[in-house]
Structure formats: structure tokens, C-alpha cells
């Protein structure tokens, strides 16, 4: 009888911290973290503190998980309207909108510790100015009230590679502030492309997504100029800030060519949801692999590969 009572607590305990994970919206963190990665790499010249990385990293992960818990107790009312967020903690019952405040305040708390005390102050306040932003512009001004609410709202997402940077160098640079643009025009196409999906469950609460009130049409074209600039500002890093260079700029422009081809192949279909989600998840992964060719190609042997290649490459054409 007593094996069973543990049993039976034990399988309790587990719900209720897969119910305060599920709060964070796990799932969204990690693009956030490689944007801080590479955004670290290239201030460090491929040369990162482990510690430090691990250190900021980590502190980024409770302050973007202490901003979405908030969101979540801000927007329970809608999540219990819309199908797919019904069965989230809050709505369903499972978590107290008062102890996910509590969660969220500490995970804040711990994050601001961590990054003041292991990287430096202005990491630290960065990262907190992420929360308020997220809370207070996006989640309570614009998300219910503008159609720009993802537009102005996506600055939150970016505010990860300023954290990256300034947790390496103590201060904020102008290619830290590209960085921080390649995230913030990405943002719209990679979110309009999910609204396009789920714009009727945006509809039924009355939320002013922007498919919701201009329809797929005009969304797509929105979509389309964004996913355009957002190619054209990647290359800024190679030119003319020379952050970055020829691998770098090698991996950027075949996913800039699919991202664009598959923004066109929209706005040929704007209505069809699975070319939306095609968009959407390619959109991702563009996101990843662009920060993961900002870390390669700031690696000091990658440098020495690239120069020993073009080196070669000049003593043939002299022998010509």
C-alpha cells in the first residue's frame, strides 16, 4: 500500500512540472538561444568562453521562459476559447494564474542574478528589458489592438543577440544591432506564415492578426517584402560591416534563394495552408542555419582554411 502512494505522488509530482514546463512554451526557446549563440560568436571571433556561453545561454532561457509564462496568465481567457491552446495549464486548470506569476517572478529573478553576476550588467538588463517588452508592448498593448502587433512585437525576439553580444564584449555594437534586425524582419513572415494557418482561431477571439483583418492576400505581399529584406539584410554582416565573410556568405545566399522561392510560391497560392506551413517551418530552420553559419564562419580555423584556399588560388593564377 505505501509503494502505491508513492507511486501515485510521485506520478503527481511529475504532472505538475510538466504542467510549469509546459507554462515557458519550450518549444519557442531554443531559435531564441542560437540567435544569442551566434550572435556570441561572432563578438567573441570564434573564440567563446565556454562558462560564459553556458552561463548566457542559460540565462536567456529563464528570462524568455519567465515572458512566456506571463503571456500565458495574460491570455488565459483566449487560450481557453481557441482549440489548440484549451488544454495548456492555465485554461485547463492545472496551474493557478497566481503561483505561475510566482514561477515566472523567480525565473526572472534567476535569470537577472546569473547574467549580472557571471557575464555583466548591461547582459543582465537586456535580457529583462526582453520580458517587459514581451509583457507590456507586445502581449498587453499590441497583440489584441494592431495588426502591427507582430511587426513591433518580434523587436522581443531580437533582443536575444543583444544579450549574446554584450555578455561578450560589455557593449553594443552596430553588428550587433544587424543582428538584432536579421531577427526582427524575419519575425513577420515567419509569424504571418502561422497566422495564415490558424487565422480562424485568431478570429474567434478577436485578435487582430493581420490575416484576420487584411485577409491571406495582402498578408502574402506583406510576407513577401519582409522575407525579401530580411535576405538583403543577412548580407549586411559580409558587407559593409565585414563580420562575417565568404563561408558565411556561402551558406547565406542558397537559404535566402529557398526562403524567397518559397515566399513567391505564397503569393502565388495565398488561401493554400500547406504552402503557409512550408513557409513556416523552412522560415525556422533558415533562422538556425544562418546563426550556425555565423558560428562557423567565425571560427579562427575556418579563417585559416579560407585564406590557405585563396592563397592557393592566387599562386595558379600567377603560374597561368
Request: hydrophobic share 55%; glycine share 12%; net charge positive.
Given at each position: 500500500m505505501i509503494e502505491t502512494n508513492v507511486s501515485r505522488h510521485h506520478q503527481t509530482f511529475l504532472e505538475v512540472v510538466q504542467s510549469y514546463y509546459q507554462l515557458t512554451k519550450p518549444r519557442i526557446i531554443p531559435l531564441l538561444l542560437i540567435t544569442t549563440a551566434g550572435s556570441m560568436w561572432i563578438a567573441a571571433k570564434g573564440e567563446v568562453d565556454p562558462l560564459l556561453l553556458l552561463v548566457t545561454l542559460t540565462g536567456g532561457t529563464l528570462a524568455a521562459a519567465s515572458a512566456q509564462t506571463i503571456n500565458c496568465v495574460y491570455d488565459r481567457d483566449i487560450d481557453y476559447d481557441m482549440e489548440r491552446t484549451r488544454h495548456r495549464p492555465l485554461p485547463s486548470?492545472?496551474?493557478?494564474?497566481?503561483?505561475?506569476?510566482?514561477?515566472?517572478v523567480v525565473l526572472a529573478v534567476l535569470s537577472f542574478a546569473l547574467l549580472s553576476i557571471f557575464a555583466n550588467l548591461l547582459a543582465a538588463s537586456l535580457a529583462m528589458s526582453g520580458i517587459v517588452f514581451y509583457v507590456l508592448i507586445y502581449t498587453h498593448l499590441l497583440k489584441r489592438h494592431s495588426t502591427q502587433n507582430i511587426v513591433i512585437g518580434g523587436a522581443a525576439g531580437a533582443v536575444p543577440a543583444l544579450v549574446g553580444w554584450a555578455a561578450v564584449t560589455g557593449g553594443l555594437s552596430w553588428a550587433a544591432w544587424l543582428i538584432f534586425a536579421i531577427v526582427f524582419v524575419w519575425t513577420p513572415p515567419h509569424f504571418w506564415a502561422l497566422a495564415l494557418m490558424i487565422r480562424d482561431d485568431y478570429a474567434k477571439v478577436?485578435?487582430?492578426?493581420?490575416?484576420?483583418?487584411?485577409?491571406?492576400?495582402?498578408?502574402?505581399w506583406q510576407i513577401w517584402w519582409y522575407t525579401l529584406i530580411t535576405v538583403l539584410t543577412s548580407f549586411l554582416l559580409i558587407y559593409p560591416l565585414h563580420e562575417s565573410g565568404f563561408l558565411y556568405g556561402a551558406i547565406a545566399l542558397p537559404l535566402g534563394i529557398v526562403f524567397i522561392r518559397k515566399a513567391w510560391q505564397l503569393l502565388q497560392n495565398p488561401e493554400d495552408k500547406p504552402t503557409a506551413k512550408g513557409l513556416f517551418l523552412y522560415s525556422i530552420s533558415y533562422m538556425m542555419l544562418l546563426c550556425l553559419g555565423m558560428v562557423v564562419d567565425s571560427l579562427p580555423f575556418t579563417h585559416n582554411v579560407v585564406n590557405l584556399a585563396v592563397a592557393q588560388i592566387h599562386l595558379f593564377l600567377a603560374a597561368l
Open positions: 486548470g492545472k496551474v493557478q494564474p497566481r503561483d505561475a506569476l510566482v514561477f515566472a478577436g485578435i487582430p492578426m493581420l490575416p484576420v483583418i487584411a485577409g491571406a492576400k495582402a498578408t502574402v
